[in-house]
């Protein structure tokens, strides 16, 4: 039998409750994965009880955050800032940034971490649109900073996701308002593709992007050359391939949410994120199942399904634990005074 369509997205709710209309549209239509942000984060006892309740839901969904560290740093209240990937990497302890993020989203009922980017920063483009989300903009020096994160992360039985394909490190504009084209140059694109072809197999997820990367203008989302022939037959992933957030702006020319929900899915992306309206995640569900072939449907689901494997396998090793929030806030504390030493050097 082919599974539903919702089991192809994840979705992410209002507030630091699920309100009782959000729990109906969930148990209706029970996403693959649910996504929290800082919106939904107060303290310790109530993210923790939101996490048990929303893993209890329908379909036992996986539970994801970013958790990068800097700019993106979702548990901040909880533990403290978290440093950024790209100092992290600088002062040579990219690895134990991994563990304590990987610590972080374990102790608070967190599968995955949707993390780390493996952008290029180039100057004028990545380095002041991500700043210090990236790291480098030399390939092997992303790639190895990028392989100690997942290995720190996986240490504690956590998931990652390199993000975002195929790299935004060339692009000068954020996709979060506006639809950047990667400039042709194929020297620079294959060292943005370079740290996905060397950990694509040890993430097992990898997130697109919502730049415009090949001929046919379309974001990398929506585009079946770069979501497929370049990701699968050239990069060769095997597998599950997410999308960025649906409802970012670089895709406001390109039709109402489920409509682009329906082109994710059929240009090759397998889990389709809807992260704040979730309102509209029932009609995205209904425009997959009527737009999208069956074959594709199940394809995705088996791809995902693979994926919640590897999370499974992750959870099976014995991760040593931290005994209290105060140690590992302690340990986060080390961490940044740590990297203030190496970089004052």
């Not at 919640?308 to 959870?315: F, I, N």
């Not at 991760?319 to 030493?341: M, Q, Y």
Request: glycine share 10%; hydrophobic share 40%; proline share 6%.
């Amino acid at each position: 039998m082919t599974p539903g369509a919702s089991r192809l997205f994840g979705v992410g709710i209002s507030g630091p409750s699920l309100l009782e209309s959000e729990r109906s549209i969930l148990e209706r239509h029970p996403p693959r994965a649910i996504i929290l942000f800082r919106r939904n984060i107060q303290e310790e006892h109530q993210l923790r009880d939101l996490t048990a309740k929303l893993r209890s839901l329908p379909g036992g969904p996986f539970l994801c955050i970013d958790q990068e560290g800097g700019s993106v740093d979702r548990l901040r209240d909880l533990v403290g800032p978290f440093p950024s990937f790209h100092f992290a990497a600088r002062a040579g302890v990219a690895r134990r940034a991994g563990e304590l993020a990987g610590e972080a989203c374990a102790t608070f009922g967190f599968d995955v971490d949707l993390a780390p980017v493996v952008d290029r920063r180039l100057p004028g483009a990545g380095e002041a649109v991500l700043g210090e989300r990236a790291v480098d903009d030399d390939p092997d020096v992303v790639t190895s900073a990028a392989r100690e994160f997942l290995r720190g992360l996986h240490s504690r039985g956590v998931a990652g996701c390199l993000k975002h394909f195929p790299g935004l490190g060339r692009a000068v504009s954020d996709t979060h308002k506006h639809l950047p084209v990667l400039p042709a140059g194929n020297g620079e694109r294959e060292k943005d593709l370079a740290p996905f072809r060397a950990l694509h197999e040890l993430a097992g997820a990898v997130m697109a992007s919502h730049a415009a990367a090949s001929a046919d203008g379309l974001p990398a989302t929506l585009s079946r050359e770069t979501a497929t022939r370049v990701l699968r037959e050239e990069v060769g992933f095997r597998g599950a391939a997410f999308t960025d957030d649906l409802e970012m702006g670089a895709l406001d020319a390109f039709g109402a949410l489920p409509e682009r929900s329906a082109a994710a899915s059929l240009a090759g992306c397998d889990l389709l994120w809807v992260c704040s309206r979730i309102e509209e995640y029932p009609e995205c569900v209904k425009r997959v199942g009527r737009d999208v072939p069956e074959s594709r449907i199940a394809e995705a689901a088996r791809r995902i399904d693979s994926y919640v494997g590897h999370l499974r396998e992750l959870k099976r090793k014995e991760v040593p634990r931290t005994p209290s929030l105060e140690a590992l806030a302690a340990d986060v504390a080390a961490l940044r005074e740590t990297i203030a030493e190496g970089t004052s050097t």
